[in-house]
Every structure is written in C-alpha cells, then in structure tokens.
C-alpha cells in the first residue's frame, strides 16, 4: 500500500462501462492533517488535479472539500458531447464518497472513548473484508491478516502479535451449479477451515477476546413467511447443515472463555460484487424479472450495514448468533419491482422456476426460489442503527442513483 506524500504514485484501473482504463496518479500538495493532491501522470483526461482537504469548524466537526479540476480528452468538442454526463457521474460519486466518510466517523466517534483494536481477518481480500478492512483502519484499529496455507484441508497461519479479535470471513463462494465437488468444497472451506482456524486460535499463549465468524440466514433453511429471529430453530437442507456444522465447531473458543458471535448473513447488496452486479445486465436490458413466484422473501442488507454489523459485534458485549439482515426482508417481486424502478427499466419477463431449476440445478431451489424472512432481534435491541433500512435507499446509494446533494458541491 502506498502513502500519500509528495512524490508518491499510485496506478488504478478504472472502467467506462466495459472499457477498462489505465490511470497512472502522483501525490503532491502533501500536509499532513489537511491536504494531499492527485494529479494525473497518465490517464483518460487531458487534465486532471484533485485536492483533497479538510478545515476544522466549531465543536470538533470539519469539512471535507474535493476541489477536482479536469478536462476530457478531445475538449472542447468533448465537452460539448458528454460534458454534461461525465459532472453528472462526478457529482453522484462525490455525493458517495462523503456520505460514506461522514457515516463512518460517525460511528468510530461513538466509540471515541475506546481502546482501538488490533484485528485479524480471514477472507480479507473478500467483498466483506475489502470493505471491513478499510472501514476499521479509518478508525485507527491495527489490522493483521491471517492467511491460508494449503488448498484441500486449509490450516491457517495467524499473526504472532496478540490480537483483540479475531474475524473469520473465508470460505467458498455458493454461486455455480452444486456438483459434488462444489458441494464438498463449501462444507470443507466453512466447517473444516473453521474447526483449523479454533485449533490454531486455542494454541496460542495469547487468545483474542473476541471472535466474529461468519455464518449465513441458510441456517434456517426454507421457511416461507415465518419471522424468523435468532432464536428460531435451524431448518433442512444442505446449506442448513453446512450453517449448524459452521457454527458448532465455534463452540471450543466458548468453552474456553471467548466471546463468540456468529453473523448470519444476508443477501449482501453492493456495486461492487455480490448478487447486485450480476443482476444489472439484464435488469439495464430490460429483460428483469421476478423469479418463480415472486412471492419468496429474501432477507437483504447493505454492505455497509453487514460492515457495520461486523464492528458492532466487535465494539459492544454480544455473543451468539447474530441476524445481519435489514428491518425488512422484502418477497422477489418486491426486489424486482424496486430495482426496475430505479433503473428506469420494465420487468417484465420473469423467470419460470424449471428455467432457474435447470440453469442453476439445486442452488436454484435452496438460494433463489426459497423464502427466508429473518429480523435482525439482536441488533435492534442492543442499540445497532442501520443506515440503510429501506430497500429502495439501499439500492440508490450502492447504485450511484440517490438525489443529488450539497454534500458533492
């Protein structure tokens, strides 16, 4: 990871639609606390200078200002063409990047009076710990990542400095037909890799306080329009199973003094991965729609409330399962109605559940066609406020779509 200091370059690859783009950026303008700039060495622009800064006002609050100077390639004839476009997109993502600095410092300020933590993380190069990771060292905790060693039968190799806590991410992903070897690769990513990673936590003369291990709202299985809360019981099935055997090889780091907290996660919504990106292409044809019925509830949250989640585990004095899952789970039709909306897109194609059935085999009936209507019981009654609670709010701002507003000027 680089630094910020005059000199310093940094290359990105950006994408216009398909397009990938090289962009090469060297910092300058560098003062500590209040400044650093961005020029493009090379790039998309003709021109491009971006300060960055923030100035102190009353009661220990600052402003963050983004002063962007550009020309596109090609001006002004360009300007003419997609000028208009081009401030559009830089408004909607200032409007992003300040909201989501605004919230997280709020958060970290409520816990202004702690101890930061040292943190090591599985899974950290995953959608989660991407966002995790970037999340907690905004907030000056020190991150570690533990890394796997071997593929088949992972063991896990945990940093030598003591640890706070320890949050448990990895495992293989559940998208892509269930043949068998997929199917033993999932329960071996999530229940061995867990029962390695105790065993190596346990043999440590210094032991994290805290542990944070991923689990998934698949441990109730289908259950139709139940209100399903952490204390429901686990339902049947394959990811059922695999989610009660997840969970139980946690049980060690109990009896051994630790708190524990298994998140149940739900449908993650992101831009940036996850079940959303993949549903755009169609949804932006305007060939979306509902799958089977419609009529099945998939239990949702944003993926800065499943960070947020995550942290609050880490912050507060909770142990057991947890439901990381938005106030209200919302059926597919629901789903399919809000995305089209926002996009500006019809849906009127649904898909029948033999054609979901046959392209995706059992992950169709045990992931896309089933209904799980969980509540987040235990993040509501100990204080977790969501930022986003409400589908359509959740969509607009990982989607780029909310209204503009003076927090991009």
Not at 4 to 31: F, K, M, N, Q, S
Not at 229 to 254: I, K, N, Y
Request: proline share 6%; net charge negative; hydrophobic share 35%.
């Amino acid at each position: 990871m680089g630094t910020i200091h005059d000199g310093d370059t940094i290359d990105l690859e950006v994408r216009l639609g398909p397009v990938p783009l090289r962009w090469r950026a060297r910092h300058e303008a560098y003062r500590e606390g209040k400044q650093f700039c961005d020029v493009q060495d090379g790039g998309p622009f003709k021109l491009w200078r971006h300060v960055h800064s923030t100035s102190p006002v009353d009661g220990g609050n600052s402003i963050l200002d983004d002063d962007v100077t550009y020309q596109l390639p090609a001006s002004p004839v360009s300007d003419w063409i997609a000028g208009g476009f081009v401030a559009a997109k830089f408004d909607r993502m200032f409007t992003y990047r300040h909201r989501t600095t605004r919230e997280d410092l709020r958060i970290h300020a409520r816990y202004g009076d702690r101890s930061r933590l040292t943190v090591a993380i599985t899974g950290s190069s995953g959608l989660i710990g991407r966002a995790l990771s970037s999340f907690l060292s905004a907030g000056g905790h020190r991150l570690e990542r533990i890394l796997r060693e071997g593929s088949d039968t992972p063991s896990w190799s945990i940093p030598e400095v003591p640890v706070d806590a320890v949050v448990h991410l990895a495992g293989e992903s559940v998208d892509g037909r269930w043949t068998d070897a997929k199917r033993r690769r999932i329960r071996d990513s999530r229940v061995e890799g867990t029962k390695r990673l105790v065993d190596a936590i346990l043999e440590r003369d210094e032991r994290p306080g805290c542990v944070v291990c991923a689990s998934a709202i698949g441990f109730y299985g289908d259950r139709g329009t139940d209100m399903l809360g952490e204390s429901s019981d686990a339902g049947t099935g394959f990811l059922s199973d695999v989610c009660q055997d997840w969970e139980s090889e946690t049980r060690p780091l109990s009896d051994a003094g630790i708190r524990v907290v298994q998140a149940r996660f739900g449908v993650i919504l992101s831009g940036f991965g996850g079940a959303l990106p993949r549903m755009l292409p169609p949804f932006r044809s305007g060939l979306g729609g509902r799958l089977g019925s419609g009529a099945q509830y998939v239990s949702w949250v944003s993926l800065d409330d499943a960070v947020g989640a995550i942290h609050h585990a880490l912050m507060e004095d909770h142990a057991g399962p947890m439901n990381v899952v938005a106030p209200f789970a919302v059926t597919n039709q629901e789903l399919t109605w809000t995305l089209g909306r926002i996009l500006g897109r019809p849906t009127p194609f649904p898909v029948p559940s033999a054609v979901a059935r046959l392209a995706f085999g059992e992950m169709a009936d045990a992931m896309l066609l089933s209904s799980t209507r969980c509540v987040p019981d235990r993040l509501a009654s100990s204080g977790y406020d969501f930022r986003y609670p409400d589908l359509e709010d959740c969509l607009r701002f990982q989607l780029g779509r909310m209204p503009l507003s003076e927090e991009a000027r």
